[in-house]
């Protein structure tokens, strides 16, 4: 089993950057490949990027991909997200999660385990 907590969201203007980690519990961390999502206000849950389990291969969705930049240290259990360039529908609670499949999935459905969230609010 994995427990997920996410730090480092907070209240950043338009065009500012931010840094999420996701620290895991346990020693099984690069068993599992890992993913961020976000969930703004009354929309679903929405996949933003994973990697795999030694970080050799990195997944973004379209509207980050170029300012945000998934990262891991398997040595120190935790995931990254690095946000640049951050706009205002970047505003959102972000997830991490974790997936103990090798197969590549944007589905919130195939991650097994999950953070409790950090919000992340972008001023215009």
């Known amino acids: 089993q994995v427990q997920l907590a996410e730090s480092g969201g907070g209240l950043v203007q338009a065009g500012g950057s931010l840094r999420l980690s996701c620290a895991a519990s346990?020693?099984?961390?690069?068993?599992?490949?890992m993913g961020w999502f976000r969930q703004a206000p009354g929309k679903e849950r929405e996949f933003v990027a994973r990697?795999?389990?030694?970080?050799?291969?990195?997944y973004y969705s379209d509207s980050v991909k170029g300012r945000f930049t998934i990262s891991r240290d398997n040595a120190k259990n935790t995931v990254y997200l690095q946000m640049n360039s951050l706009k205002p529908e970047d505003t959102a609670v972000y997830y991490c999660?974790?997936?103990?499949?090798?197969?590549?999935?944007?589905?919130?459905?195939?991650?097994?385990?999950w953070g409790q969230g950090t919000q992340v609010t972008v001023s215009s």
């Open positions: 346990g020693r099984t961390f690069s068993s599992y490949a």
């Open positions: 999660a974790a997936d103990p499949r090798n197969i590549v999935s944007r589905t919130v459905n195939n991650y097994e385990y």
């Open positions: 990697i795999s389990r030694i970080g050799i291969s990195t």
